[in-house]
């Protein structure tokens, strides 16, 4: 049985597509998947050039995510945010699973070196404008 906060570890292509997000020229993304069997986040998909406004349609309706995303605010083309996000969709049934993602955020933030974390609960928030404003006011 896992407990809240187990997984702290990624597997070795997480860790890999994570690391290669450093040498992108655009903005891209990792959603993550938590494995609760084997307390280790895993990659669920790559996305390659993709706006935010792309990224809303391949998230679960019903079901968290953590997401990475490498994302340039548009203030200098070759300064990139590393935002990692929790997707906790106002659908989820579980508040256990809710937890599980929420308290294996901070670890695995840490772990890739991201500048903000951010809980988006509704695709509305998953905009430019809402990063934009996130980031300012973090002064990140």
């Known amino acids: 049985m896992a407990f809240w906060g187990d997984v702290t570890e ?7 597509k994570a690391d290669e997000l450093y040498s992108k020229t655009t903005n891209c993304g990792i959603i993550i998947k938590l494995d609760m069997d084997k307390k280790v986040a895993v990659l669920e998909q790559a996305l390659e050039n993709i706006s935010l406004e792309d990224l809303k349609g391949k998230l679960p309706a019903e079901q968290p995510r953590l997401i990475l995303y490498y994302y340039n605010v548009g203030l ?5 945010h590393v935002c990692f996000l929790l997707w906790a969709p106002p659908t989820v049934t579980s508040n256990r699973d809710k937890m599980e993602y929420a ?4 670890p695995l933030r840490n772990a890739v070196n991201a500048t903000m974390e951010l809980i988006i609960d509704s695709v509305d928030n998953l905009s430019n404008e809402f990063l934009k404003n996130n980031i300012a006011e973090m002064g990140v």
């Open 10 to 16: 990624m597997d070795e292509s997480l860790k890999a």
């Open 76 to 80: 200098n083309e070759n300064f990139f």
């Open 103 to 106: 308290s294996s955020m901070v």
